[in-house]
């Protein structure tokens, strides 16, 4: 069991930044070696729409084109913690922000870990 716990969120105007970080808990570090983590986020009425992941050793393997080129994934294994760094925030960037956490079946992830939550609004 693992469990992923969420932090950074807040409230900033269009154009400002934001960094949310992802604490993963409740297993040995080596246990980690094959673990996907990735930020997701759900706007009201929407779908959750994966944005970005990464693997343990810190290879970035996909970011949605929306926030390709303002939002970078990262994550310091020595903490088992993982980052979203938000820049050039829009106001459709509002959102309900989601930490998971998975193993690669073949091409796709197996999302089985969540955190909580962190809600993002951006004002024009």
């Known amino acids: 069991q693992v469990r992923l716990e969420e932090s950074g969120g807040g409230s900033v105007q269009a154009g400002g930044s934001l960094r949310l970080s992802c604490q993963a808990s409740g297993r040995s570090l080596r246990a980690f070696n094959y673990y996907i983590m990735g930020w997701f986020r759900q706007s009201s009425g929407k779908e959750r729409v994966l944005l970005a992941d990464i693997d343990w050793a810190g290879n970035v393997q996909y970011y949605e084109d929306s926030v390709k080129d303002r939002f970078t994934i990262f994550r310091y294994k020595a903490n088992n913690t993982m980052f979203l760094q938000m820049n050039n925030l829009f106001p459709e960037d509002t959102a309900v922000y989601f930490c998971?956490?998975?193993?690669?079946?073949?091409?796709?992830?197996?999302?089985?870990?969540w955190g909580q939550g962190t809600q993002v609004t951006v004002s024009s």
């Open positions: 998971g956490g998975g193993s690669r079946s073949g091409s796709a992830v197996n999302w089985r870990d």
